[in-house]
């Protein structure tokens, strides 16, 4: 159990840094589910950043997480589920329409 979340969050800072560098179109959804005309619109290397900064902090609240199996403290365990919890909150309101990010 403990292999399993410490490769997850190697493959969610594979992810972060993959989206961070600008070379992860394919990886966001709502993106590819665009026609030509409309993905032209999008500023995707701004896109990229951003979502591969909230992954950054996402793959650190599963470390903290890692983190906690061992130090089993309650502010570990707070301070990692409020890095799970409020970027996934603030990614779905803020990318709710791409106008952020239109060029």
């Given amino acids: 159990m403990i292999l399993l979340l410490l490769l997850m969050v190697i493959l969610f800072f ?3 840094t993959l ?10 959804a709502g993106l590819n589910a665009m026609n030509e005309e409309e993905k ?8 990229n950043r951003f ?8 793959s650190g609240g599963m470390l ?8 089993n403290s309650s502010l570990v ?14 990614i779905a309101i803020f990318t ?3 106008d952020r990010f239109r060029k």
Avoid: C, H, Q
């Fill in 14 to 16: 594979g992810i972060s």
């Fill in 19 to 28: 989206l961070f560098i600008g070379k992860g179109d394919f990886l966001i």
């Fill in 40 to 47: 032209e619109k999008i500023d995707t290397f701004k896109l």
């Fill in 51 to 58: 979502m591969g900064k909230m992954m950054y902090v996402i």
């Fill in 64 to 71: 903290l997480l890692f983190l906690y199996r061992f130090y």
């Fill in 77 to 90: 365990l707070a301070l990692a589920l409020l890095l799970l919890v409020v970027p996934t909150i603030f």
């Fill in 96 to 98: 709710f329409n791409f």
